[in-house]
């Protein structure tokens, strides 16, 4: 199988590299020239499992799968002018060019799919949501990741607002980290303390994720410990609270594009 990129930027860079480091069998990934400087760095690494094209149309060409990685604005510009073959897989990674319309521009009879993959995946983790369901497209991206299919499209939208949450979170783990290092920890000292404690904790949730996450909120604390200090003292301050405005208005932010 050949698979194609129109749009090396950060999400292309991750999905590219988690495909060469995992048992995905392909022929040869076709790489856009945009940006140059990205895809000449993921041909240095993966050396010939890597090709750079000259045009857009020549990935198309030459590819079985072909995953779109611009930004919604280019999107709406280059993909009406670009040719793609019937039944050929686009899968399509851009935030807010809706499925039907997606459809409507790539023209031909193709296997359009919109897929939500995190930067993690680099490292053949994480989740990434696909609408619509797709057999083939799961199969692939479990095994870079967590495939979740979604059944409508409007919920497609709740997990680009969720994922809009992850510099907040690196954010807390700054917050963290810096207070440590004030404390008097060396910053990398601090920083693999924040960043074990954290993975491990989603880690444990993940593996007993038949378990509701109330019941983690609850085991991890004790009737005036440390941990029913820090969660009530969060809870009374509108830190919870907060979350939820601002994914809700990341939200409303998706509904008016
Ligand atoms: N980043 C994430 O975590 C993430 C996750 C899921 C989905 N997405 C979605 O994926 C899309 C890309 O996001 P990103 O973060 O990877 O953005 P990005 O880093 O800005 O990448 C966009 C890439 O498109 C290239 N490009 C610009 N014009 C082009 C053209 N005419 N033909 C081909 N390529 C062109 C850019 O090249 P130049 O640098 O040369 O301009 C750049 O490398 C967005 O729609 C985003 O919502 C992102």
Known sequence: MKLGFIGVGNISSDVVTGICNSKISFK???????????SHILK?????????????????????WVF????PEVGEKIIPQLKFKSNQIVVSFISTIEYFKLKKIL??????????????????????AIFPPHKKVKFFFDKIGDTIEIKSEKLSQTFWATSGTMSSFYEMLKTLSDWLVKKGLTRLQAQK???????????????????DLKHFVAESQTPGGLNWQGVNE?????????????????????KNN
């Open 107 to 128: 023209k031909k009879k193709t296997n359009v799919v919109r897929a939500i993959p995190m930067p993690p995946i680099a490292l053949g983790k994480g989740p990434v």
């Open 68 to 71: 779109i990685g611009v930004l």
């Open 234 to 254: 969060l809870r009374k301050a509108g830190y919870y609270k907060s979350l939820e405005k601002s994914i809700n208005n990341i939200l409303k932010r998706l």
């Open 44 to 64: 240095k690494k993966f050396k010939n499992k890597i090709y750079v094209t000259k045009t857009n149309q020549e990935v198309i060409d030459k590819s079985d």
């Open 193 to 211: 303390y924040v960043t074990s404690l954290y993975s491990a904790l989603a880690e444990l949730a993940a593996v007993n994720s038949k378990k």
């Open 28 to 38: 040869k990934i076709f790489l856009s020239p945009r940006n140059k400087k990205k």
